[in-house]
């Protein structure tokens, strides 16, 4: 019995030690630590291994299992024990708890309360202490030979050779031109000695000319050096130069030098040399379409890594390749423009660059609902505070939402529209309100209808949701299908189109057209029937009154002769039908300006010279058409 006792009492404080143990450990590492001797040569030793050295060949002498320095002359240890060996004090046997002579004592507890308070009255001292990362000197910004940089935000440096390989060729290009002076028009060749991309040559010249007409080789040279150190890769230097100076984004106005040097210089827009009132709607067209594939953030902002994510780089490199822009899909093709503005045209029944939910109504012959239209009017897909109307850039993202609801934005776009309360996902009460609007209209058009119960089940078995009773946008964007589920909520036209539709067939043009997306599809067809109307329209005129134009001069008529013929003579001045530049604020409401001409249309024949009541959107159509024929000279006023 006494020997079992004993066993057990030995076990009791055993685990009543050891957390006691371990605190004293901790408080007397922690008293080693914040000595200030012990702070010394740590931050001495670390610069020692910082610059290279081998600190265990040329150890000075040890003292307590820690290398010290050698003390000044006059200087005092503080304690006559050095703090890097601490050395606790002796304890008597008959003061341990394991002690025979005090089997039932229970002085660990007590004991272990004041080693939580000097345990953390040293954590305190510690704190305090001047030892921090702050006091350590971190590695300079071109590498350490022990850790070297592995986070490059800016891209990876580039070789200094290859930066001076390429300041030689451009100051052999400066050479070679008189005075040494590279104007606007001669930026090309320098981009091409430095291989930048040509079309980044104006905002370059821009920004490293500072305003100037002209650019020297000291300018350029300390723009490039500071460009080359700073920027590393392609996006970086893009941002740089199309940003302003400490900015890491690029927002909507600072694309429009590039733009505007593409409408100037590219092979393709030749045609529009002379209609400049035309060029400042295919630019907000074009900036429009960049931002709808890039800013994934619909941030306005476009960053670094957006831009890495992007083709757009690549794209605008592609610009100096091809002549004919049409044959670029992506972001510039001029095609595009002019079935995207054409069907803003239609809509927008006062030509204010404006519309509302009305003109909105009339789209596709009124085939969304009325509960989709009031949501992409209530802010939810925009950041304009005006929620009555819609400006032409918010229209490009719609159209190009509505048409290819595969795109990764328009399933976001549509998915946000869908989510009433905005908690991230699609409840079953949300698709049931918009479902609702559908089966009023099918059962207006005498069509029969399908249950919201039913519709419910092939909408889950469709997408499959990770969580069950309600979808979130990552289901969407994986299930494949989108086009179908969205159109099954608000769209009645293209709801009727699949149900209609042979399944099989489906299949086989989307294995013979893969390479082509939904938008590129709907703009090829609806380019090709707006050319087709506008060659049954037969012979057109079109008046326009400079006092509403330009605030004065004299009235004149453009000839179907003119039309079609777009940058030549008259047909330059017609194009002030599509009013004045819109404000560079990204999604913000466009306002009237004394160029909107207001109720163009075709001449009415009872007051000659004054436009009729009825607009015809098909004579803008012929307006944009990109047809040129320089044989034929242009009509007179």
Request: with cysteine; aromatic share 10%; glycine share 6%.
């Amino acid at each position: 019995m006494t020997h079992g006792a004993s066993t057990k009492s030995d076990s009791y404080w055993e685990v009543q030690l050891t957390p006691v143990l371990k605190w004293k450990v901790d408080e007397l590492f922690l008293k080693w630590l914040s000595d200030r001797q012990t702070q010394q040569q740590l931050r001495d030793t670390l610069k020692r291994l910082k610059r290279g050295e081998n600190i265990l060949e040329s150890q000075p002498p040890r003292h307590g299992g820690v290398a010290t320095e050698p003390q000044p002359a006059g200087r005092q240890l503080e304690s006559p024990t050095p703090p890097c060996s601490p050395i606790p004090a002796p304890r008597s046997p008959a003061n341990s708890p394991r002690s025979p002579r005090h089997p039932g004592r229970s002085s660990g507890v007590g004991r272990s309360a004041s080693f939580k308070d000097k345990l953390s009255a040293s954590k305190d001292s510690v704190k305090q202490s001047n030892l921090s990362l702050d006091t350590v000197d971190t590695p300079s910004s071109g590498g350490d030979p022990c850790i070297p940089n592995f986070y490059f935000p800016r891209g990876f440096p580039v070789p200094s050779i290859e930066v001076e390989t390429q300041l030689k060729a451009a100051m052999e290009c400066f050479s070679s031109m008189d005075n040494q002076r590279v104007y606007r028009h001669q930026m090309g060749s320098i981009a091409r000695a430095c291989n930048i991309p040509l079309y980044w040559k104006l905002p370059w010249f821009v920004s490293a000319s500072r305003g100037s007409e002209f650019l020297t080789f000291p300018q350029f040279r300390d723009h490039w050096l500071h460009l080359t150190a700073t920027a590393h890769d392609p996006e970086s230097r893009f941002l740089r130069l199309l940003g302003k100076e400490g900015r890491d984004f690029i927002v909507f106005e600072d694309f429009m030098l590039l733009l505007q040097d593409v409408v100037d210089s590219h092979p393709g827009m030749k045609f529009l040399q002379e209609a400049p009132e035309f060029h400042s709607r295919y630019m907000h067209t074009v900036i429009a379409r960049i931002f709808y594939n890039v800013n994934s953030s619909w941030s306005g902002r476009i960053t670094i890594p957006e831009l890495r994510r992007s083709n757009l780089l690549h794209y605008i490199q592609l610009l100096e390749q091809i002549d004919d822009i049409n044959d670029i899909n992506e972001y510039f093709s001029y095609e595009h423009f002019y079935v995207i503005y054409c069907k803003f045209w239609e809509l927008d029944s006062d030509h204010d660059l404006v519309i509302d939910k009305n003109d909105l109504a009339r789209h596709n012959d009124a085939t969304l609902s009325s509960r989709i239209i009031d949501r992409i009017f209530s802010g939810a897909v925009s950041r304009s505070s005006d929620h009555n109307r819609m400006t032409y850039l918010e229209f490009v993202f719609f159209l190009l939402a509505e048409e290819d609801k595969h795109h990764p934005r328009a399933i976001e776009f549509w998915f946000r529209c869908l989510d009433l309360d905005g908690d991230g996902f699609l409840s079953m009460y949300e698709l049931e309100y918009f479902y609702e609007d559908q089966i009023n209209r099918l059962e207006s058009a005498g069509i029969e209808t399908l249950p919201f119960e039913d519709c419910l089940c092939q909408v889950l078995d469709m997408v499959n949701p990770a969580t069950p009773g309600r979808i979130a946008l990552s289901d969407l964007r994986r299930c494949g299908m989108t086009p179908l589920f969205f159109d099954t909520f608000f769209n009645l036209e293209k709801y009727l189109d699949h149900e209609q539709r042979d399944p099989f067939a489906v299949l086989r043009e989307s294995d013979e057209d893969k390479e082509r997306s939904d938008w590129e599809r709907y703009a090829k067809e609806e380019y090709a029937r707006l050319v087709l109307e506008e060659e049954d329209t037969g012979d057109l005129a079109v008046s326009y009154d400079d006092d509403d134009m330009e605030g004065g001069g004299s009235g004149g008529r453009v000839g179907a002769g003119d039309v079609g013929r777009v940058g030549v003579g008259d047909v330059g001045r017609t194009a002030r039908l599509v009013g004045g530049s819109a404000p560079f604020d990204y999604f913000a409401p466009s306002r009237s300006s004394a160029g909107v001409a207001k109720g163009v249309g075709t001449e009415n024949p009872s007051s000659p010279g004054q436009p009729s009541a009825t607009g015809d959107a098909r004579l803008l159509a012929q307006l944009l058409k990109p047809e040129v024929n320089d044989t034929e000279q242009p009509k007179s006023s």
